[in-house]
């Protein structure tokens, strides 16, 4: 079977998507069963991945954006003869003329459209509801999600599958090695683009309180900013008074991504809308306990392997960040749990899943072709 992917989120400096897309791909390459397939890769560049090219070949399509994807892809995916098409990022070209199965990780841009320029979310929304009804089936990552595709753009619930992606641990580090004096030097870490969402000024603010008292503490910040309307995160540090005691990345290798949830004793990630939340798993996976804001996703994602807070407020940041830095028992108590949350994510079963969607999805169309 010839399988189209989409391949542009692994093109450049790959986040989110990219690494969801990056994880199947990585498993399609050595998985049994998955080498009867050939998968046809399309983006604007060569993907910097070192993959199998009789398996996966890559098709080069100049351009991006909306124009990209709807004519461009389109016309060079139709000559291509495949048996179905996978679309790991929300949309896909709606008048291609083979079985599709798309990837909707989230709706925020339905549930908020305060989040998003006007234009952008406009074709977002008018975009996602075409290619989910035209989709044969459409992946998302947790019942949270499913219950939103259901709710919010009229999806069958029988064309949707939850399939939960894999988690990629960072550098695994025993608790007991590091730090746990309230004296001794211990870093906060955040992961993940910057959205309003995600209140990443207020963790700033929060942590700025718990710092003034514990003069070894810093906060490392990863993520592009992506928020609208714009936060100005070095305006934000500056007025705290922390300048060299929050440090923002806005981008960093894995092998450096790695080395930061290796010293981190403490992940915050206050969102208060996602479709699952990779980062806080990666961080349990390498036994950084998550302080997260309480949200039905959250408790799905990450169970009793987290510390909540139940609103934004500054006070209370800071009393989460303090408890989960130095309160021993509890930490113990979050890490105990993490080996239950963590066997719900593998990206062998993910990849495996995804692929037998894919397969069923093709039905008949593959069968004729032969």
Same mark, same amino acid.
């Given at each position: 079977?010839?399988?189209g992917i989409d391949?542009r989120?692994?093109?450049g400096?790959?986040?989110?998507?990219? =690494?969801?897309?990056?994880?199947?791909?990585?498993? /399609?390459?050595?998985?049994?069963?998955?080498?009867r %397939?050939e998968f046809?890769?399309?983006?604007?560049?060569?993907?910097?991945a070192?993959?199998? %090219?009789?398996r996966f070949p890559? =098709?080069?399509?100049p351009?991006q954006? &909306?124009?990209w994807?709807?004519? #461009?892809?389109r016309?060079?995916?139709t000559?291509?003869r495949?048996d179905v098409f996978?679309?790991?990022a929300?949309?896909?070209?709606i008048r291609?003329r083979?079985?599709l199965v798309?990837a909707?990780?989230?709706?925020s841009?339905v549930?908020h459209p305060? /989040?998003f320029r006007?234009s952008?979310?406009?074709?977002?929304?008018w975009?996602?509801?075409?290619?989910?009804k035209?989709a =044969?089936a459409?992946?998302t990552i947790?019942e949270?999600s499913?219950r939103?595709?259901?709710d919010?753009?009229g999806?069958?619930e029988?064309?949707i %599958?939850v399939?939960?992606p894999?988690?990629?641990?960072?550098?695994t580090?025993?608790?007991?090695?590091?730090?746990?004096?309230?004296?001794?030097?211990?870093r906060?870490?955040?992961v993940?683009s910057i959205f309003?969402r =995600?209140?990443?000024?207020d963790l700033i603010?929060? &942590?700025?309180?718990?710092?003034?008292?514990h003069?070894g503490?810093?906060?490392?910040?990863?993520g592009d900013?992506?928020s609208y309307?714009h936060q100005?995160?070095p305006?934000?540090?500056a007025?705290?008074?922390l300048?060299?005691?929050?440090?923002w %990345?806005a981008?960093?290798?894995?092998?450096?991504l790695q080395?930061?949830y290796?010293?981190?004793?403490v992940?915050?990630f206050l969102?208060?809308?996602?479709?699952?939340?990779?980062?806080?798993?990666?961080?349990l996976a390498?036994?950084?306990?998550?302080v997260?804001?309480?949200t039905?996703?959250?408790?799905?994602?990450c169970?009793?392997?987290a &510390?909540?807070?139940?609103?934004?407020?500054?006070?209370?940041i800071e009393q989460?960040l303090? #408890?989960?830095?130095?309160?021993?028992?509890?930490r113990?108590?979050?890490?105990?749990?993490?080996p239950?949350?963590?066997a719900?994510?593998?990206w062998?079963?993910a990849?495996q899943d995804?692929?037998?969607v894919?397969?069923?999805?093709?039905?008949r169309d593959?069968?004729s072709?032969?």
């Open positions: 079977m010839r399988i391949a989120e692994l093109c400096r790959p986040t989110g998507v990219g =690494r969801y897309l990056s994880g199947l791909v990585a498993e /399609w390459a050595t998985q049994r069963g998955a080498d %397939h046809v890769l399309y983006a604007p560049e060569s993907p910097a070192v993959l199998n %090219h009789d890559v =098709r080069v399509v351009g954006g &909306f124009l994807e709807q004519l #461009r892809l016309r060079i995916a000559d291509e495949l996978f679309a790991p929300y949309t896909a070209p291609l083979v079985p798309v909707i990780h989230d709706l841009f549930a305060e /989040w006007a952008e979310g406009i074709r977002r929304r975009l996602s509801r075409l290619v989910a035209r =044969r459409v992946v947790s949270f499913r939103e595709l259901m919010r753009l999806v069958p029988k064309r %599958h399939i939960p894999g988690v990629t641990a960072g550098a580090i025993p608790a007991a090695s590091k730090d746990t004096s309230a004296s001794g030097d211990a906060v870490l955040f993940g309003n =995600r209140h990443v000024p603010r929060g &942590f700025g309180r718990l710092a003034r008292t003069a503490l810093s906060l490392d910040i990863v900013n992506r309307p100005d995160l305006r934000t540090i007025a705290e008074g300048n060299g005691r929050v440090r %990345h981008y960093v290798s894995d092998a450096e080395a930061l290796g010293r981190a004793r992940f915050a969102s208060e809308y996602e479709g699952l939340g990779l980062t806080p798993l990666e961080a390498a036994g950084v306990p998550p997260l804001l309480e039905p996703v959250a408790r799905e994602t169970g009793d392997a &510390f909540y807070l139940p609103a934004i407020d500054i006070a209370a989460a303090q #408890r989960a830095l130095f309160d021993d028992g509890a113990a108590a979050s890490l105990a749990a993490a239950a949350v963590l719900k994510y593998s062998s079963r990849a995804t692929l037998a894919i397969v069923a999805a093709a039905g593959a069968e072709s032969r």
